[in-house]
């Protein structure tokens, strides 16, 4: 297949870029700026918000792929839920139309549904609205946390504990997450391809390893070598006063936006394996390729 990617370039785009071309998939991405050529990649310039730089690009195309997204808002440099996942699927779905290009996969996120408190999965919710009333052969991913080599979140952790032992808490810290390799999900937009049945679906993707905030940040502690650090548990009615105030500084480390999904937890049945027919990666070992030599 000829594929049309964006978000090609980010951290789960590489692993899918990885997966297809693997696969002997042709690649067209959509990047702000070209990079080093890499074999059966071909590269486009433009702007995911901005769709007169690429409406043509998926002409000739058998798929189109769109994984933009972003975790965190930060409005005074326009970089907004609403332009980055509402936005950019209108832009992505109508390139699709336009060159005649029926197979349509859309990265979510797990947690996304109608009425979420949060704005990052409401705009997500909205981009799946978008999505399946397109009249497109669509599919849908909502991942959980997603990890490995270039991730943001737990590489962020270990950064944490190579400072210091000590690993601030909010709240109990009982609230689960049930993490999912990058190749694993990469392995599931590929395998879509190649399957009518998934036409019409959304898939929450998460991994074998349920475990409570706390514990992830033990297994982290125990991949890199050394001891469970110290978890110091800050109120969360407390927490809930400081992160508002504390928010648009783009250094401090959670919104209120990433506090609320922390809460509502990320787990899912692990249904997706019945569709797929494979296990996923293990966290600890997963982590361990990557953490055990800081």
Known sequence: ???FISGGTGFVGGHLVRELTGRGHQ???LTHSKRPATE????VAGDVTRPETFEQAAEGCDAVINLVGIIREFPFRDVTFKKLHVQATTNMLEAARKCGV????QMSALGTRSGAVSGYHRSKWQAEELVRASGLDW???RPSLIFGPKDA???MLAAQLRMAPVMPVIGNGTYR?????ADDVARCFAMALE???TIGQVYELCGNDRMSYEELLDTIAVAMGRSKPLKPHAPLGLMKLIIPVMQNIPQFPITMDQLQMLLEESICDGAWKLEFGFEPRGFSEGIGEYLRKT
């Open 102 to 105: 029926s197979r349509y996969l």
């Open 195 to 197: 399957m009518p049945a």
């Open 139 to 141: 599919t849908i991913f």
């Open 177 to 181: 997450l049930q993490p999912i390799h």
């Open 153 to 155: 979140f737990i590489n």
């Open 40 to 43: 059966g990649v071909e590269q």
């Open 1 to 3: 297949m000829k594929i």
């Open 27 to 29: 690649l067209r991405i």
